[in-house]
């Protein structure tokens, strides 16, 4: 079932990429990234109402935000900052690079995650989930070439660099939530509750220092209805993922490897949508990545 989960957590996890991709194309970034994290936190802050006033109701429907400790607060906190500055640079990278480009590379995360897990879990691949995971390194590397024919070379482009740093920050932040929920025994809605609630902050002192003192940035701020989906299909794919990294049976670097499906979405519909070039070459590579994919899943 946990795999069944991840395969649902990624496919709202690639009409998020889509939405996001629209959000933050032209569009100043960091107030993006606020409204889609604020907005999944509305939509969660109603959970938290109902546990603190109606708490057997909440239990019953399996909703309820349970009371943490200050020791887990802070183990929540340490999460927002490392995905917080994730999202920075992930968005900042999205809004100056094709979608076509930058879906793949983070498609790369799971390598990151597989020796995490190696090292840090004892999680052991056989030789079919080697060859996957060295499959998809092998199909990011060619993404590189056929950005090259778009005018980005991955050596000298910082955005390249944006985009493989909030792709180690992401797959760090993966490894922990295993911790969170397994070690310390977080359902997924006290998690997403509190870590969107740290998050928010976290933005906003970010956005009182570079954003908001500056007028000619927020005058360039336009206001998208996608923003607020975006914030809303990320909170259901990252419930259906940590209900997923509750069973005790679920290996994270399998479940990485599984949310990164997503990209049949960003890549197939996302190039048509946006327009983007080369679309027929970056389905070889696609291809690889889905190879890799499917041998961690059924090896």
């Known amino acids: ?15 998020h990429n889509l939405l996001k991709k629209h959000a933050v ?29 109606f708490p057997e109701y909440m239990v ?8 943490i400790p200050w020791r887990t607060h802070g183990f929540l906190a340490i999460k927002s900052a490392i995905m917080a500055a994730s999202w920075l640079l992930a968005y900042q990278a999205l809004k100056h690079l094709p979608i076509t480009i930058v879906t793949p590379i983070r498609s790369a995360g799971p390598f990151f995650t597989f020796i995490g897990a190696i090292t840090i879990y004892q999680e052991k691949p056989n030789g079919l989930q080697w060859i996957g995971f060295f499959l998809i390194i092998f199909s990011v590397l060619l993404y590189s070439k056929i950005g090259k024919k778009e005018g980005i070379h991955f050596k000298s482009n910082k955005w390249i660099f944006a985009i493989i740093g909030a792709t180690f920050l992401g797959a760090s932040s993966g490894l922990y939530d295993k911790f969170l929920v397994q070690s310390l025994a977080l359902n997924p ?27 000619e940035k927020r005058n360039a701020f336009t ?9 809303v299909l990320l909170q259901i794919a990252d419930y259906f993922y940590f209900k997923a990294l509750q069973d005790p049976d679920a290996l994270i670097m399998l479940l990485s490897a599984i949310k990164r499906s997503q990209i049949l979405i960003a890549v197939v519909v996302g190039g048509l949508l946006f327009k983007e070039q080369n679309k027929r070459k970056k389905l070889v590579p696609l291809a690889g990545i889905m190879v890799g994919v499917f041998l961690i899943l059924y090896s």
Do not use: H, K
Not at 27 to 47: A, D, K, Q
């Open 1 to 15: 079932m946990w795999m069944y989960l991840g395969l649902l957590a990624a496919l709202f996890l690639g009409l």
């Open 25 to 53: 194309q032209g569009n100043e970034v960091f107030p993006v990234l606020l409204g889609t994290i604020s907005s999944g936190f509305l939509v969660l802050l109603p959970f938290y109402l109902g546990s603190v006033w």
């Open 60 to 67: 019953d429907i399996q909703f309820y935000i349970t009371d």
């Open 189 to 215: 809605q006290t998690l997403q509750f509190w870590f969107c609630f740290y998050t928010v902050l976290i933005l906003l002192v970010i956005l009182s220092i570079t954003w908001f003192p500056n007028a």
């Open 223 to 231: 206001w998208r209805w996608s923003i607020p989906l975006v914030g």
